[in-house]
């Protein structure tokens, strides 16, 4: 009924605004799977002069952060204005169901009487009256490659979003490189002899197939650089360039391995150019120093809110984010970065990001970061190269950490660590992880107060954030079991009405499975017994971390092969198959996968196929024993066995 009554609004809203205030138009220029390699970012190897060219014209953020690294959960961000970790919107390519009171900032234009269109990619993770968002649900008055703002009534403000896919992951393929060829430079920009691996990727190891990639990728850049050129001509050519904010970022960070799909900043930290005209430059800025840069915090979750004042018009409170542009402009100490599933591999993460530290919590440590994902696989001969390198033992300890289980924690100082490579937690081996804990949070020695690492500051804002009661983190809650707790109603008004004490024992069993040892089997087993589900969870992911000295917990996981709810039922029996007892949890999992929602065989998939990777059980048993049909993207797991060994 509410967007009904919205709807209603908008039809009117042309006539209101000729009586109203003079206002900006809004253009968004946005590229796909790019980090800031540009040269007006410093990159020397980069060769990008219309973006430098605006970047003379306007300003740089060099704390641009994506939320997300992924496109899906990143835009699902944007569109909405509130973290998609809010909303249950966390795991890529999904359809969840939002409240009625989502405000989407097409809207929130179109009612104040602008002109919104979409070119092209809308990639929304919410299902609106029973199916995945599209481009009209969002409040668009067009979409597609020919939604345009010439389109508009003469004198409409605009706001318009054009997209480019020329950097994406996808575009270094043989087909797509070569498809295009009468567009590729008639010279690399750099060479596959030349990529300096060492400086840009010092986590990849030296192979003929990963130079070539970062080389194609130069040439990716360069592509996209000369799109967004052409959209900029064509702003000026239409004489609407004298009243339009031109913002230009990419969606996520990337785009080859270890930078889409992670946390750290070569998988979330973007590019953004803006540039005022000089009507509209009374609203840019004063923090930017002589060389054109902001040095804010801003992520995603901000972009509609700052939009929304810069335009004069009125932040919805549902909204998340903060301005960081015009009237009442807000600086943030941290941006919250989150991603959950991607595609058929679930990894739940979180981090805390400031201007100098990256604090990430592994809620998934017994998962690499490097896990078998069939689609950049299949797109990235970089991603195959590495893991043959891998497992051909020709990566130092920096390159094999990808193909290996994480640590519960991780922190960098970024001042010095620009690409997150020198972890607080493995610097010092002999330390080990609990030393190393127990130094970084230390706020006092002898009763002196010591110097802070920001470590215990951003351990305590990730956990205000979980528990934050207006906005609590829906990805604690996994993806199967949330479907059926929310019922016919949403994630995000479920775990709201959990009462406050309960959701605090949920985040705390939570962030203790992320770090457990042997030593926390006593605590693990009165939550293994919990009245709820998603302490239970916790509890058994905590043991299926722990591994084999988990033993004196095989009783109560034993019970839990019964559990009411499945994904209790999935973990369990994935920590039982590391102590012995596959003969018991296989046919658990294999049930799981017959008889589950589509995200709980695919969770129960996912098990099957560990515990054949980590040779518990052998890998030939494990493809005997799953169905020859699987749900969703179950499929890609299957396939993953076969092809990724």
């Keep these: 009924m509410m967007r009904l009554t919205l709807f209603a609004i908008l039809a009117s809203s042309w006539t209101l605004l000729a009586a109203g205030p003079d206002r900006p138009n809004i253009l968004w220029i ?7 390699y540009l040269g007006c970012y410093g990159d020397p190897h ?39 970790s809010t909303l249950g919107l966390h795991n890529h390519r999904s359809s969840v169901r939002v409240p009625d009171s989502v405000v989407y900032y097409p809207q929130v234009f179109r009612q104040a009487g602008y002109y919104c269109t979409n070119n092209s990619k809308t990639d929304y993770n919410m299902s609106i009256n029973g199916k995945r968002a599209g481009w009209k649900d969002v409040g668009w008055h067009a979409n597609g490659n020919k939604a345009h703002y010439r389109n508009r009534k003469k004198g409409q ?10 950097s994406h992951e996808g575009q270094t393929t043989d087909k797509a490189y070569h498809g295009r060829r009468d567009r590729n430079p008639a010279q690399r920009i750099v060479p596959p002899g030349k990529v300096p691996l060492g400086v840009i990727a010092p986590y990849h190891p030296d192979t003929p197939e990963i130079r070539e990639n970062w080389s194609r990728y130069y040439d990716n850049i360069h592509l996209m650089d000369q799109w967004v050129g052409e959209r900029l001509r064509e702003l000026e050519e239409s004489g609407a360039a004298e009243n339009t904010i031109v913002f230009y970022f990419s969606d996520h960070g990337g785009a080859l391995p270890r930078g889409k799909r992670n946390i750290h900043d070569t998988g979330t930290r973007v590019p953004l150019i803006i540039r005022f005209p000089e009507k509209w430059e009374h609203l840019a800025p004063k923090t930017k120093n002589d060389n054109g840069i902001a040095q804010q915090l801003v992520a995603f979750v901000d972009f509609p809110a700052t939009v929304v004042n810069l335009c004069g018009l009125k932040i919805p409170d549902i909204w998340e984010g903060k301005p960081f542009l015009g009237p009442n402009a807000q600086e943030r100490d941290f941006v919250y970065l989150y991603r959950g599933r991607m595609d058929e591999r679930y990894d739940t993460v979180r981090a805390i990001r400031t201007k100098w530290q990256l604090y990430v919590r592994n809620f998934s440590p017994h998962r690499p970061l490097g896990q078998a994902y069939t689609y950049p696989f299949r797109v990235l001969a970089s991603m195959g190269s590495w893991y043959e390198a891998f497992k051909a033992g020709k990566c130092n300890e920096l390159q094999s950490r990808y193909w290996k289980p994480k640590g519960g924690i991780e922190f960098y100082q970024t001042a010095y660590d620009r690409l997150q490579v020198l972890d607080a937690f493995r610097r010092d081996p002999k330390k080990g992880f609990e030393a190393t804990l127990k130094m970084l949070r230390r706020r006092e020695q002898d009763g002196v107060p010591v110097s802070s690492s920001g470590f215990a500051e951003a351990e305590a804002a990730l956990m205000a954030k979980l528990l934050d009661p207006a906005a609590r983190d829906t990805g604690l809650v996994p993806e199967g079991l949330g479907v059926r707790l929310a019922a016919e109603g949403t994630l995000y008004d479920y775990v709201k009405s959990i009462p406050a004490e309960e959701w605090k024992k949920v985040c705390s069993a939570a962030m203790a499975a992320s770090i457990a040892i042997s030593r926390d089997v006593p605590r693990l087993l009165p939550d293994l017994n919990s009245g709820s589900p998603l302490v239970r969870y916790w509890a058994a992911t905590g043991a299926l971390i722990i591994g084999k000295e988990a033993a004196p917990l095989k009783a109560a996981l034993l019970g839990l092969l019964e559990d009411s709810a499945f994904d209790v039922c999935v973990v369990a029996a994935e920590a039982l198959g590391i102590l012995g007892a596959s003969e018991k949890s296989l046919p658990v999992l294999v049930k ?47 396939e993953a066995m076969e092809k990724i060994r």
């Design 30 to 36: 946005t590229s796909e799977d790019n980090s800031p």
């Design 592 to 638: 799981v996968v017959n008889e589950g929602n589509v995200y709980e065989s695919l969770a129960a998939l996912n098990a099957l196929e560990a515990l054949g990777r980590a040779g518990v059980v052998p890998m030939k048993r494990i493809r005997s024993i799953i169905p020859q049909k699987v749900k969703g993207e179950g499929a890609r797991v299957v």
């Design 46 to 84: 980069a060769k990008t002069p219309n973006l430098d060219r605006l970047a003379g014209q306007g300003m740089r953020y060099i704390h641009a952060y994506s939320s997300a690294p992924v496109c899906s959960v990143a835009r699902s961000t944007l569109i909405t204005g509130m973290n998609a």
């Design 157 to 166: 403000p605009f706001f318009a979003v054009f997209n480019t896919t020329l």
